[in-house]
């Protein structure tokens, strides 16, 4: 109902935002110039200060559900696409997220690669990204190590344990 009567301006802009974690900086998206319009649907949710938004998640899981698995892995791969290009850890967070949803296989290097940078950037994303990595490769050594010390770091000890015993 709410997105019957939107252009298809508004609902190509949308795309990106369907496949977003967590809210992030409007100038961080792919396309800043459609955060505008969108916002004028009242489609945004926005954060403290207007620092970060996201789509609003009724109308994000409303509009993803209606979408096929490779439309899906289609926005993935363009987000990778992306946030590869930048080399912050908001960024590599939001890459190697695309990259495990996408299922690839071998994420592992590029978190070791990063992990002291992204255990101490964005802790809690970084533990979201070794369990949903973990999904995909539970069978991974160095990624079951990683998941098991950035555990300890956290003093989350039944974690770590359950990581090790796993």
Known sequence: VVLE????????????????????????????????LLDEHTLLRWGA??????????IRNVCRSSLEESDIDAL???????WENDDDALAKILELHHRIQRGE???????????????????????TLLDEALVNENGNLELIELAAQHALNRAELNTAKEYIKG
């Open 5 to 36: 009567h939107a252009s298809t301006d508004v609902h190509d802009a949308m795309q990106p935002f369907l496949v977003l974690p967590f809210p992030i900086p409007a100038m961080r998206m792919p396309e800043p110039d459609h955060v505008p």
């Open 49 to 58: 200060q207007n620092s970060a938004m996201e789509m609003q998640h009724l």
């Open 76 to 82: 993935h791969k363009s987000a990778i696409s992306h």
């Open 105 to 127: 296989r071998n994420v592992s290097a590029h978190l070791s690669q990063r992990a002291n940078e992204l255990m101490n950037a964005h802790s809690g994303a970084f533990a």
